[in-house]
């Protein structure tokens, strides 16, 4: 099965690249310090900027400085970083211009994840430092659409996350989702679930870029959207 679309847009962490035992690593020492049960915030973390998850689990504390103090320690730790099977053949595939990055960590964390895994930095790379409003709110899917100069129809989003799924079909995209970090059963919101990146290929043409899936790779297609 496939899609047609004028721009592909990736997430970063958890589509692209690894980065879940570093982010764990540091929410369970930032959890341990301040007496916060971290079920609390495995619950709602992935694809949300930071400074939002300790709002909502500690809103006691200074989230802007707590946040700034976990962003560095992740920053500075790429013990276990990787980049994803198939992220350097998708990334490849793609011409400047044709694809984003849109990411709820801060652009410093974003560039050196990239520079730690060999992945290329787009033309385009939405952070958080970008917008008031991150994942789940459609802004910086927004945002990058408008940067891409291409309209929400005719692009494709791909996510492993929930708030980044709300995000990416809030802004009108067509979503993909991966469950490389999170069961397959929570990203249930997104128009098709795959097993892993490498289950995608894209195609770039004169016009469009066709995006297709194997044929034993879906773990569930969604029907909410025809081609445009």
Partial sequence: MAWTCE???????????????????????????????????AAIHHGRPTVETVRLVAPHLDADAEARGIDADERADTCGLRAFAGATRLLAALPAGRWAIVTSGTRPMATTRLRAVGLTQPDVLITADDVERGKPAPDPYRLAMQRLAVAPARSIVIEDAPAGIASGRA??????????????????????????????????????????????????????????
């Fill in 7 to 41: 721009a592909v847009i990736f997430d970063l962490d958890g589509v692209l690249v690894d980065s879940n035992a570093i982010s764990e690593r540091h929410m369970h020492a930032w959890a341990a310090r301040h007496g916060i049960d971290f079920a609390r915030i």
């Fill in 171 to 228: 802004a009108g995209a067509r979503v993909i989702a991966v469950a490389a970090t999170l069961p397959a059963a929570v990203l249930a919101e997104a128009d098709v679930v795959l097993a892993s990146l490498d289950d995608l290929e894209v195609v770039t043409r004169a016009d469009d870029i066709a995006v297709a899936w194997r044929a034993a790779g879906p773990m569930r297609t969604g029907a909410r959207y025809t081609e445009p």
